[in-house]
């Protein structure tokens, strides 16, 4: 069973998918699954927003969420699936910038791994 899957989604070629994140993290011995999905919001910082650009080195990038998904793994526990997937390229508002899927056997692990797993995301990725 693979237990992590990584992955950068050129948003010209396609949406991110929620869909696709639980299917990956779903089986029966995961009672908690925890998704978070962040989108492209209107205002940032005081100012109005209409889209995003990310660019990103896709090597790089995915090795660090591959060490991420890792640490949580280590952190709590092998029984549990990870996905993470980020867009890359112009997002419009309301767009899906990233999906961050937990299973756990229970829900306090599903929770906490989910925020640590954004929180590494988005404050240490390239």
């Known amino acids: 069973m693979q237990q992590t899957m990584v992955k950068i989604v050129d948003r010209a070629q396609a949406p991110l998918s ?9 089986a029966p011995a995961f009672g908690g699954i ?17 889209g995003i650009h990310y660019d990103m080195f896709r090597p790089l990038v995915l090795a660090r969420f591959g060490q991420i ?9 092998p ?4 996905y993470v997937a980020h867009a890359y390229g112009r997002l419009a508002l309301d767009d899906l910038a990233v999906i961050v899927a937990v299973a756990t056997p229970h829900r306090d692990e ?15 990725s390239p």
């Open 34 to 50: 925890n998704i978070f999905v962040g989108k492209v919001r209107d205002f940032n910082q005081g100012r109005p927003v209409t």
């Open 69 to 77: 998904a890792d640490e949580a793994l280590l952190r709590f526990g």
């Open 18 to 26: 929620v869909a696709e994140a639980l299917a990956f993290v779903s």
């Open 110 to 124: 599903a929770y906490k791994a989910s925020r640590d797993i954004i929180e590494a995301v988005k404050h240490t």
């Open 79 to 82: 029984a549990m699936r990870v």
